[in-house]
């Protein structure tokens, strides 16, 4: 697994066409127990940035944003029936939804793991 990351604690595991995107371990770290994910709709198209969906701790509620354009082709069903995934799991069974990408290009202005590691510390 080749993961890239966002300065919003998203990461981004790139297919061919397409990516699955989830939150970090920071985040799920900053936020404590999560208790509930609000996940976007499949077939929905978001631009890069756009609020996409929402995670909500014990602590704190927090946006998860589109980390490249494109259109939503699944969501982690299994994380809206037992959110914790998202604090267990975050990097496998913790992933919140897949992406068909519109603009590939974009992925090449996300940061790898030393960078966003740089970003964390």
């Given at each position: 697994?080749?993961?890239?990351?966002t300065?919003?604690?998203?990461?981004v595991?790139?297919g061919a066409d397409s990516?699955?995107?989830?939150?970090t371990?920071?985040?799920?770290?900053?936020?404590?127990?999560?208790?509930?994910?609000?996940?976007?709709?499949?077939?929905k198209?978001?631009?890069q940035?756009?609020v996409?969906?929402?995670?909500?701790?014990?602590?704190?509620?927090?946006?998860?944003y589109?980390p490249?354009?494109g259109?939503?082709?699944?969501v982690?069903e299994s994380?809206?029936?037992?959110?914790?995934?998202?604090n267990t799991?975050p990097l496998g069974?913790?992933w919140?939804f897949k992406?068909?990408?519109s603009e590939?290009a974009?992925l090449?202005?996300?940061m790898?793991e030393?960078?966003?590691?740089?970003l964390?510390?």
């Amino acid at each position: 697994m080749s993961l890239l990351y966002t300065a919003d604690h998203e990461w981004v595991d790139q297919g061919a066409d397409s990516a699955t995107v989830g939150i970090t371990h920071h985040a799920q770290d900053a936020l404590g127990d999560v208790v509930f994910v609000e996940l976007p709709e499949v077939g929905k198209s978001f631009a890069q940035g756009e609020v996409a969906g929402v995670v909500e701790s014990v602590k704190a509620a927090a946006d998860v944003y589109m980390p490249v354009s494109g259109v939503v082709t699944e969501v982690n069903e299994s994380l809206r029936d037992n959110p914790a995934l998202a604090n267990t799991d975050p990097l496998g069974a913790g992933w919140f939804f897949k992406v068909r990408l519109s603009e590939p290009a974009q992925l090449s202005a996300l940061m790898d793991e030393a960078a966003y590691q740089a970003l964390t510390q």
